[in-house]
T-cell receptor, first 110, second 114 residues
Framework: RKEVEQDPGPFNVPEGATVAFNCTYS??????FFWYRQDCRKEPKLLMS???SGNEDGRFTAQLNRASQYISLLIRDSKLSDSATYLC???????????FGRGTSLIVHP | DVKVTQSSRYLVKRTGEKVFLECVQD?????MFWYRQDPGLGLRLIYF???????EKGDIPEGYSVSREKKERFSLILESASTNQTSMYLC?????????????FGPGTRLTVL
């Protein structure tokens, strides 16, 4: 299984800001992509899947760029409650075992 | 809702002890996984299982073994605990055997080995 890389951050942003994270993957045969959210001392939970056509859920937008082999997560109008670590997950490409990035830390301050 | 439970939230053991961590899922998922998570290292896969009595090594299986006698239960065993096995242990399950799928995690067990 190949690597998945994320900028660990932390990204420190004020409430209301727009913030974007990228995640690069090395296995061009990867088939499915996800963003998970992990709160401090809690388990990861699925935030959203990333489809080839992109995916939007309220303030969150995820996109896939197969040519450059990265996925992105955009958070608009950041809330204090968005403070968490965001994990990029890549599946497929000969294995159904997911590969997790190390996560990007987001801190939203008043 | 999928529910994945782990036997303990916090555990303190001594070096050399045999440690059992249990994980149970209630949604008839085919795949189950054990990870450990350490600061700066992210989630690392220890073992996974895609069927009862089947197991596969992950990235860091040394010092661990697993057991899956029933579909809903996946146990992680530390045969002789060592201080470098102090970590957060996370169990996960996913539905589709042999296919990429969403993972559902348990709340984690924070193990300290003294």
């Amino acid at each position: 299984r190949k690597e998945v890389e994320q900028d660990p951050g932390p990204f420190n942003v004020p409430e209301g800001a727009t913030v974007a994270f990228n995640c690069t993957y090395s296995n061009s045969a990867s088939q499915s992509f996800f963003w998970y959210r992990q709160d401090c001392r809690k388990e990861p939970k699925l935030l959203m899947s990333v489809y080839s056509s992109g995916n939007e859920d309220g303030r969150f937008t995820a996109q896939l760029n197969r040519a450059s082999q990265y996925i992105s997560l955009l958070i608009r109008d950041s809330k204090l409650s968005d403070s968490a670590t965001y994990l990029c997950v890549v599946n497929g490409g000969g294995s159904y075992i997911p590969t997790f990035g190390r996560g990007t830390s987001l801190i939203v301050h008043p | 809702d999928v529910k994945v439970t782990q036997s303990s939230r916090y555990l303190v053991k001594r070096t050399g002890e045999k440690v059992f961590l249990e994980c149970v899922q209630d949604m008839d998922h085919e795949n189950m996984f054990w990870y450990r998570q350490d600061p700066g290292l992210g989630l690392r896969l220890i073992y996974f299982s895609y069927d009862v009595k089947m197991k596969e090594k992950g990235d860091i299986p040394e010092g661990y073994s697993v057991s899956r006698e029933k579909k809903e239960r996946f146990s992680l065993i530390l045969e002789s605990a060592s201080t470098n096995q102090t970590s957060m242990y996370l169990c996960a399950s996913s539905k589709l055997q042999g296919a990429p799928d969403t993972q559902y995690f348990g709340p984690g067990t924070r193990l300290t080995v003294l």
